[in-house]
């Protein structure tokens, strides 16, 4: 059985190697008591599949994910989201099939904020230059002082960005910026949602102008 | 629109420092401690190495989930920040903060450090500096912590005596609820009654309260206000102890990240150069019905994939066979794995790491520890060299292409012959695998000995750092074939090891010095510097080398004389008189050798049930033991229980 879920990663959890999650949804499904699908093979792994990576210290408001259970029901997905070490929410569970998860991950959404705010001007120029070390720009717009912008291919790192902009002298380093992920989807219209299995309908789309503050 | 990342004032430095999720928190089963109406005792519970390392260890996970139990206590956990976080918090003037509730260590009644190796003890040091809690016991005020120490190092305490108001000698299950209902019943009172009181728990031992007299091995205790000798104290029976259903479950990777079940502890082998078989005697085992309702527990609560059965040597215990038995169908279920860390070198022993492991990864680690029958003899290491033939042909003839074998330089007695038997021993093992592959292959490690106290070598000279580097060339030049690998330990760090190991209270000035002159981390390789300890000794004055090179006479003063592990000097002694003879000593569960703990054997063995006597007459005449891991090697302290 194939469940995508959406989950956000805030607050120091944000620091949390992209390579750990795997393990940490696993082990919280178990505490959950979900029997895990695992891979075939010598050494059989739980079968899950993440969104593109973030680097350590970009939180993330809505990322997909896809994990293999035995058994699901609506109990199951409560207890699953108790069962979360701090940071971590699953905010929405649905049983899927059809295209893999990663083919409907084609855009990313940030929002970045400097702590010097009188580059951001910059940093939109570097993000508009086509060298930010992204995929293609598809929107960007400042909102008080931070700027939201999209991009295609997301598995391009948001870290090359961060190596663009202290390259550029824009930051001088990680401690410098403050970068999120709005979420990972498609684009429709003039926002990014994330397509979560057509039968049940549920889609959270994120408007890029108008994003809320922490859900 | 704001987001509360953006005001967490901590933010900017874990954006900066490498693996910053050391220092975030937030695991599972890591709570913030919820205020009580009498106020809470508030405990942190100090580890002084990484996180990585602290977590693994699980003296913690068992005094985390017991303080959690203790009415009115409030716990939480704190670990020795690597050197650029010091760098990070020292310039932002924040003090150093427990990961549940981000409290200043300051702010705790207690600080309980454990003392797992002599080479972390800089680093219990710069946990107190950056806590804001002044370095010695004499110039704590009323309003520091009180800062307490388990582990073993609280059986040589001297060398950390000016830094740690009160050592807890034992077993932490039965230590830590005393103490902290004893600091209950005082709390408001004055520092030095709180100590005293401390100093009334058995097995507590308050340094403030004693005097010192100068002896031929430095400075013993000889007398003091408070009960001496301070006698280990242990929990009788494991099955009627605490013992945890929960854990803290780490979201990163750390050294070793399993659930883990304690099977027992104690250990009857006798191997003279081990202090932990020493000093955890009795032998106490936990009921197999036991280990697999704390199995079943643990996975249950942790969402872990992998439960260790973890002892001084696993396959000593007596019901192993049942209890693999019985977790069979609770494992599979789970799609979790076993792991057994320390297995015996047999055929039972490869066949056991077989059915564990079903893909070969790395190879199987055997320790015979010497390479001579005779020097085996000596150490009490009871393996013929066809015991590690037969193990060796069987671990390649299962299909493992790689064994690691560790060895010791620098025993008491030994000769160039029994270094070449090293060599020649490896070579030997390394054909019986080409008979099976040609891929075979043999990683020889070859660790400096260190004779620790509470071990029949304690009286005992350590070999110098010329003598152990002269020692590890000539193996490594005598290394021409390619398949096999060898590697020696630097003896710098063996040396300090040594001294801290054996040293008595003047040591507590060259520690400090040392760190003052910027000794951190000195167990790891990529920052211990030997040359900061020979100016923190030639500056304090302290002579290291009478500490580990000198043989001391019978009835010489130790520096660790008053505290007392449970097994008799004159046994330690007799140990070491059939050493030097070569005589071997039989595991004890055939025949009482008399070491002190007699009537707690006795006792146990009566109580245990389920056929522990029966089982304890077949194994005594059974093959020789070796332990073993199956798990890759690494250069960090073991896992040990207790605190």
Redesign the interface.
Known sequence: MRLRFLFSK????????HV?LP??F??????A?V??C?TEG???R?KISLGPALP??V?ALAEPGEIWVEKWNQETSDRWKN?????VSVLAVQEVSGPALHTLCELAAYRL?LRNPERLDDAERLLQSGESGLGALKECCRK?E?LFFSVETPEKGVGNLVKALIGAEIAA???DL?L?RLCVGRSEGDSVSFDFGEECGISLPFPLVN????P | ??????S?D???????VRK??RY?????G?RIPSETSGGLLRLCLAFPDVYEVGMSYVGFQILYALAETLPGVGVERCYCPWTDMERELAASGRPLFSLEGRRPLKEFHVLGFTLQYELTYTNVLTMLHLGGIPLRSVERGEDDPLVVAGGPGALTPEPMSPFIDAFCVGDGEILLPEILECLRAVKGASREERLRQLASVPGVYVPAFVTYTPGPSGFFVSGGSTPLPVERRFVPDLDKSFAPETMV?P???IVHDRAVVEIFRGCTRGCRFCQAGMVHRPLRERAPGSVEHLVEKL???????EVGLMSLATCDYSHLSAVLDRLCPLLKG??ASLSLPSLRMDAFSVALADSLE??R?GGLTFAPEAGTARLRAVINKGISEEDMENTVDETFRRGWERVKLYFMMGLPTETTEDLEGILSVSKRLLAIGRRHTKRAQMAISVAGFVPKAHTPFQWDSQATMEELREKGRFLKSRTTDKRITLSYHEPEQTFLEGVLGRGDSRLGDVVERAWRLGARFDGWGESFDFGIWRRAFEETGVDPFPVVLRERGQNEPFPWDHIRSGVRREFLWKERERSREALFTPDCRGACTGCGFERHCLRARGSAGESLDGDCVKRSSCDHPLPVSSGPAREIPQEKGGA
């Open positions: 805030r607050g120091r959890a944000a620091f949390l190697p750990e393990k940490v696993a082990r919280s499904l178990r505490r008591g029997l895990l695992h010598f050494s059989p739980p350590m210290g939180p069962c979360l070490p701090e940071g904020r008080a931070a380093g990680w401690d403050f999120l994003v809320g503050g922490a | 629109m704001v987001f509360s990342e953006e967490d901590l933010w900017r430095i874990l954006a900066r910053p999720s975030t928190g937030g695991e599972w890591a479950v979201s990163t990777e996975l249950d609560a942790s969402g872990c994939e789970r799609h079903p893909l990864r």
